[in-house]
T-cell receptor, first 114, second 113 residues
Framework: GAVVSQHPSWVICKSGTSVKIECRSLDFQATTMFWYRQFPKQSLMLMATSNEGSKATYEQGVEKDKFLINHASLTLSTLTVTSAHPEDSSFYIC??????????FGQGTRLTVV | KQEVTQIPAALSVPEGENLVLNCSFTDSAIYNLQWFRQDPGKGLTSLLLIQSSQREQTSGRLNASLDKSSGRSTLYIAASQPGDSATYLCAGISGAGSYQLTFGKGTKLSVIP
């Protein structure tokens, strides 16, 4: 299957700083990527849909100024958590689709804000 | 709004046993359905995809079926092994042209040697 690479796999940052998470489709071009957040023992919650060359579409309740998404190329989308706070600590996962076929997921990023 | 329920939330079985995981949708208009496996602290690994024209898919010891009329899917695991221990998530797309997956909370499976 297709490969989606997410980096870093884990990060610890101080409260108030910003953290960037990268999501790359390694062997295919992804016009659309998705960013999810997962709390312990909870399902994946869609945060935003990232479209190459245009603004991301955010789900209700997700602060677009806090979670900046950039999809500058067909193989790379980035999520920047700005002015991170402890409540932003979570597991973030990106996903990419080629078409209406399978969704492929990155390895996830464990963010801990101290 | 589509909601997905997975039952049971957790399951513990002895090695070698066959088992069934269940997934149901509030909106039975499911276009695609996908089953994933998630190991602790890891991303998702796609197991099986049932596309709109299909009713089931098989891969090795895994078999997934989808009953669109009832909005239910099952994942059957035959001859379970300790390496099958993980959380299993089902997710669906409602409607052609939509790329968004709606996930259940998952079933945590433990296979005891």
């Amino acid at each position: 299957g297709a490969v989606v690479s997410q980096h870093p796999s884990w990060v610890i940052c101080k409260s108030g700083t910003s953290v960037k998470i990268e999501c790359r489709s390694l062997d295919f071009q992804a016009t659309t990527m998705f960013w999810y957040r997962q709390f312990p023992k909870q399902s994946l919650m869609l945060m935003a849909t990232s479209n190459e060359g245009s603004k991301a579409t955010y789900e209700q309740g997700v602060e677009k100024d806090k979670f900046l998404i950039n999809h500058a190329s067909l193989t790379l989308s980035t999520l920047t958590v700005t002015s991170a706070h402890p409540e932003d600590s979570s597991f973030y996962i990106c996903s990419a689709r080629i078409s209406e076929s399978e969704a492929f997921f990155g390895q996830g990023t464990r963010l801990t804000v101290v | 709004k589509q909601e997905v329920t997975q039952i049971p939330a957790a399951l513990s079985v002895p090695e070698g046993e066959n088992l069934v995981l269940n997934c149901s949708f509030t909106d039975s208009a499911i276009y695609n359905l996908q089953w994933f496996r998630q190991d602790p602290g890891k991303g998702l690994t796609s197991l099986l995809l049932i596309q709109s024209s299909q009713r089931e898919q098989t891969s090795g010891r895994l078999n997934a079926s989808l009953d669109k009329s009832s909005g239910r899917s099952t994942l059957y695991i035959a001859a379970s092994q300790p390496g099958d221990s993980a959380t299993y998530l089902c997710a669906g797309i409602s409607g052609a042209g939509s790329y968004q997956l709606t996930f259940g909370k998952g079933t945590k499976l433990s296979v005891i040697p």
